[in-house]
C-alpha cells in the first residue's frame, strides 16, 4: 500500500500574518539573511585574508579584510578613529564615528584605498564609486570597550557578566547599499549566487567587521598592555555580536518594497506550510526540536530591555517559553502531523510572540523543505511596476479589498486615525513620523499609509462602471495612480501589504523595523523609543577560521551548558 | 558626477512630486528617467527640461489622435500609452505636440514588454524602435523640445544601445531635479528635531 500523500496544509492567510503586531513579533529562522550567508560560506569553502591592518596604538589607521568564494573576492575597507565621547552619537544623523566601513568589490589597490579615505570616513558627505557594494560606520559601547581594553591590557579576561549585559563591542548605525552614495546598485549584482538572497552584501560587510572589532580591541589592549597583554578568550570573542541602531529609515522600506516584502514573508509562509504537513518525524527531528527550543529559550532568558513595551512582551514571551518547554517535554512530536498539531497548539495557548517563535522553530529539523525558498526572497519582478491599464475598474475594486477591504469602514477623518504622518526633514533628508495636528507637515507627507489611500481610491471608484478600463479613471484621476499600482501588485504579492493602519495614533513603528530585522537574523530587540531600536548580529557566529558547515548554522542559538 | 542608477531614480521621483505631480506619476517619472540613462540617453535632462515647461497639458484620448489645449506632458501620456498599449492593436496613435519626446520612450518600452512586440515612435526627425528591453535609437544631437510623435505596432530592432549601469547627468540639470526634489522636504522645527526620529539618547554607553 502507498504512503498517503501529505495533507497540504495552506498558508496562513495576509489578514492574520500581515497585522502590526504579529510583524512586531517576528524571529529569525533558517532563511534569515545572516544565516543564508554564512552557511553559504562555509559550504563554498570561501577563504578569508587581512592583507592590511595599519593601525596606531592610539587606534587610527585603515585594515583590509578580504573574503573570497568560488568566482570572486570582496572586501572590507575598514577607517578607525579616535573619536572624542562628546561626539558619539547613535543618530542616523551624526557625523563622525569611532570606525567607518565599505565593502569593496574585489580587492583594493593602494590608490582605492587613497580614494575612499578622503570619502568613507564622511559617509553621507562623501562619494563612493560603482566599486563599492556597501558604505556603513559603527560607534563602541563606551563601557565595554573600555573594560575589553582594560581587562586584556592587566592581562587577565573581561568579565563575562560584563559582556553578556551589553553582547557587542561595536554597533553600526547605519548600513547603507543599492547605489546610496554613489555606490553600485543592487542590479549590477544581483545575478552573481553569492549576491542573490537580498542583503547579502550588507550581511557580508557586517561579519567582516565583526572580526576587524574583535582584532582592533586585541590590539588595543596590547598596544595598552605591551607583554603583560592576554589574548581575547576565543570563547568570549565568539559570544560577542556586532549592535545595530536602527531609526526609522527601515519602516518606510517595507512599505516602498511590496513585491521584496512579499517574497521574504511568503517563502517562510511556505517553509511554515511545508514543514506542518509533515505527517510523521523522526526522532532525530524531535531531537533536533527539542533541543533547539531550550537553546531558543536561554537565548529568550539573556534578552534583555528597558523599554516598557518590550519588558512587557518579554515578560510574556518567557511565561509561553515554560509552557511550550512543558509541553514539547510530553507531546508527541513524532506522529500524526506533529508539527501541525504543535503550530495549532501555539495558537490556541501561546502569545503572538511565542507562536511566530514555534513557526520559526519548527524549521529547523528541514533544511531540505526550507533552504532552498530563500533565492525566492529576491524581487526580480521589474514588470510589477507597470499598471495594466485595461485591468477593469470591479477588478481593481476586487484587488483594494483584498488587500485593504478592512480599511474601507475606518474613519479616516477621525484624528486617531491618521494622528501621523511621514515625511523627510530638510535638515537630514531622513524620514520622520511626525504630529499632523501639530506640526505643519501634512503637505510633505509621504504615501506610507496605503489603506488610508486605498480606501479613498476604492471610494473614488464608486460610481465608475464595473468594465471601464482603469487607464481611463487613472487619466482623470492621476492622484489615485501609486495605489491603483498597489492594488494590481496586491494580486500577485498578497503579503506585500501591511494589515494595520501606519498613520494611526498608536502606530509603534517598532513593529516595521522589527519585521525587516528579523529577516536579516537579528535576535535581542532592545527598543529605544516606539521608533528606534537596538539588535544584536551575529552573536555566536564562529569567526573565518572556525566556520564549517557544522558551525556554519545553528549558532544563532546559545550552547545551553 | 558619476551617479548611480537608484540615485537618479530616487532624485528624479522626488524631483517631479515636488513639481506637483502625484506621487504615482512621480514614480513614472523616477522610472523612465532611469530607463533613459540606462539606455544612455540623458534622461535627467528630459526630465529637468519637462519640469520646467510652464504648463504641459494632460491629453484627451480621441480614439487614434491624443491632444490637448497646449504641448502635452510626456510623462502623462508616457504613462497614459502605457496604460493603453493593448490600444495600440487597433492602429497607430497619433500624439499631437508632446513637450520633452524623449520621456515616452520608456513607457512605450513597457508597452512593447506588455503586447511582447516592437513598437516603433516617429517624430519629424528621428525613428526609434523599442522591444521592450532595448532601444534602437542613433544619438541624438539636439532632442526635440517639442513634436508630434507616432506610435505603432512593429518595426525592426536592428541593434540596441548598450546598457549602462552609471548616469553622468549635466550638473545644472542634476540641480534642477534637486531643487525640484527639495520642495518635498518639511523645514526642521524643534519639535521634528527633537521627537521626528524618535532616539537622540546618547551612545555613550
Not at chain 1, 570572486?72 to 562628546?86: G, I, M
Not at chain 1, 579615505?117 to 563612493?128: F, H
Not at chain 1, 547599499?177 to 542573490?196: F, W, Y
Not at chain 1, 495557548?349 to 530563500?374: C, F, K, M, R, W
Amino acid at each position: 500500500m502507498p504512503a498517503p500523500r501529505p495533507r497540504p496544509v495552506p498558508l496562513r492567510p495576509p489578514a492574520q500574518v500581515m497585522r502590526l503586531s504579529r510583524l512586531g513579533s517576528l524571529h529569525q529562522c533558517r532563511l534569515s539573511f545572516m544565516r543564508v550567508l554564512t552557511r553559504r560560506l562555509a559550504v563554498e569553502s570561501w577563504t578569508f585574508s587581512r592583507p592590511v591592518f595599519e593601525i596606531d596604538a592610539h587606534g587610527v589607521g585603515h585594515a583590509v579584510y578580504s573574503a573570497t568564494g568560488p568566482d570572486r573576492s570582496y572586501s572590507l575597507v575598514a577607517f578607525a578613529h579616535d573619536l572624542p565621547p562628546e561626539m558619539r552619537s547613535d543618530r542616523v544623523i551624526a557625523t563622525a564615528w569611532d570606525a567607518t566601513f565599505t565593502l569593496f568589490d574585489g580587492v583594493p589597490d593602494a590608490a582605492d584605498i587613497d580614494r575612499l579615505s578622503k570619502n568613507i570616513p564622511l559617509q553621507e558627505a562623501g562619494r563612493v564609486s560603482a566599486r563599492e557594494i556597501s558604505v556603513s560606520r559603527a560607534n563602541r559601547s563606551v563601557r565595554l570597550w573600555e573594560h575589553f581594553v582594560e581587562a586584556l591590557a592587566a592581562g587577565h579576561q573581561p568579565d563575562p557578566a560584563k559582556t553578556a549585559a551589553v553582547g557587542y563591542l561595536m554597533r553600526t548605525t547605519a548600513v547603507y547599499g543599492s547605489g546610496k552614495l554613489g555606490a553600485a546598485d543592487r542590479e549590477t549584482i544581483a545575478d552573481r549566487p553569492e549576491m542573490q538572497v537580498p542583503f547579502q552584501a550588507e550581511m557580508l560587510s557586517v561579519y567582516l567587521t565583526r572580526v576587524f572589532v574583535r582584532d582592533l580591541v586585541q590590539h588595543m589592549a596590547n598596544a595598552r598592555g605591551g607583554d603583560r597583554a592576554a589574548t581575547l578568550d576565543p570563547g568570549i570573542a565568539q559570544s560577542l555580536g556586532i549592535g545595530n541602531s536602527t531609526g526609522l529609515g527601515m519602516a518606510p522600506f517595507i512599505v516602498n518594497h511590496p513585491v521584496l516584502f512579499n517574497n521574504w514573508i511568503m517563502a517562510r509562509e511556505e517553509a511554515i506550510a511545508r514543514v506542518r504537513a509533515v505527517q510523521t518525524a523522526t526522532n532525530d527531528e524531535a531531537a533536533t526540536f527539542r533541543a533547539l527550543l531550550d537553546r531558543s529559550a536561554l537565548s529568550v532568558a539573556r534578552w534583555h530591555s528597558e523599554h516598557p513595551i518590550q519588558i512587557e512582551k518579554l515578560k510574556a514571551l518567557r511565561a509561553d517559553m515554560a509552557a511550550l518547554t512543558a509541553h514539547a517535554g510530553t507531546a508527541d512530536l513524532i506522529t500524526n502531523a506533529p508539527w501541525n498539531r504543535l503550530y495549532d497548539w501555539a495558537e490556541a495557548h501561546l502569545g503572538t510572540d511565542a507562536q511566530e517563535l514555534v513557526a520559526s522553530l519548527i524549521l529547523e529539523p528541514y533544511p531540505d523543505l526550507v533552504d532552498g525558498l530563500a533565492p525566492c526572497m529576491a524581487d526580480s519582478n521589474t514588470d510589477a511596476f507597470r499598471i495594466d491599464g485595461a485591468i477593469p475598474v470591479a477588478t481593481t475594486r476586487a484587488a483594494l479589498a483584498a488587500s485593504f477591504g478592512w480599511a474601507f469602514d475606518i474613519d479616516w477623518s477621525a484624528r486617531e486615525n491618521c494622528a501621523r504622518a511621514w515625511y523627510v526633514s530638510e535638515e537630514k533628508l531622513e524620514p520622520r513620523l511626525g504630529e499632523r495636528f501639530d506640526e505643519p507637515i501634512t503637505d510633505y507627507e509621504q504615501p506610507l499609509a496605503p489603506a488610508r489611500d486605498a480606501a479613498a481610491a476604492h471610494a473614488a471608484l464608486a460610481n465608475w462602471q464595473g468594465d471601464t478600463p482603469i487607464a481611463t479613471f487613472l487619466l482623470a484621476h492621476p492622484e489615485h495612480r501609486h495605489t491603483i499600482r498597489r492594488a494590481q501588485i496586491g494580486a500577485i504579492a498578497p503579503y506585500g501589504e501591511i494589515h494595520d493602519n501606519t498613520i494611526s495614533a498608536d502606530v509603534l513603528p517598532i513593529d516595521m523595523l522589527r519585521a525587516k530585522l528579523a529577516f536579516f537574523g537579528a535576535t535581542h530587540f532592545d527598543p529605544r523609543s516606539d521608533r528606534w531600536v537596538r539588535i544584536c548580529m551575529y552573536a555566536g557566529a564562529p569567526y573565518p577560521e572556525d566556520l564549517s558547515p557544522r558551525t556554519a548554522d545553528r549558532w544563532i542559538y546559545p550552547e545551553v551548558e | 558626477m558619476s551617479f548611480s542608477l537608484n540615485e537618479v531614480e530616487a532624485t528624479a521621483k522626488k524631483a517631479a512630486r515636488g513639481a506637483g505631480y502625484s506621487w504615482g506619476l512621480a514614480e513614472e517619472a523616477g522610472k523612465a528617467t532611469r530607463w533613459l540613462c540606462a539606455q544612455g540617453l540623458d534622461g535627467c535632462a528630459a526630465l529637468a527640461a519637462l519640469l520646467q515647461e510652464p504648463r504641459p497639458e494632460t491629453p484627451t484620448c480621441d480614439g487614434v489622435v491624443w491632444s490637448g489645449p497646449g504641448a502635452l506632458c510626456s510623462l502623462i501620456t508616457g504613462a497614459t500609452l502605457s496604460d493603453c498599449a493593448a490600444d495600440l492593436a487597433n492602429g497607430p496613435i497619433r500624439l499631437v505636440e508632446v513637450a520633452q519626446p524623449q520621456l515616452l520612450l520608456p513607457f512605450a518600452a513597457g508597452a512593447a514588454r506588455h503586447l511582447g512586440t516592437v513598437l516603433t515612435l516617429s517624430c519629424d526627425t528621428l525613428t526609434a524602435c523599442t522591444d521592450g528591453a532595448g532601444l534602437d535609437l542613433a544619438t541624438i544631437p539636439a532632442p526635440p523640445g517639442t513634436s508630434d510623435v507616432t506610435v505603432s505596432i512593429g518595426g525592426a530592432m536592428a541593434e540596441a544601445r548598450a546598457i549602462q549601469s552609471r548616469a553622468t547627468p549635466d550638473p545644472a540639470d542634476w540641480e534642477t531635479l534637486t531643487g525640484f526634489a527639495a520642495r518635498t522636504y518639511a523645514p526642521a522645527t524643534d519639535a521634528s528635531r527633537r521627537l521626528g526620529a524618535g532616539a537622540g539618547l546618547s551612545d555613550n554607553d
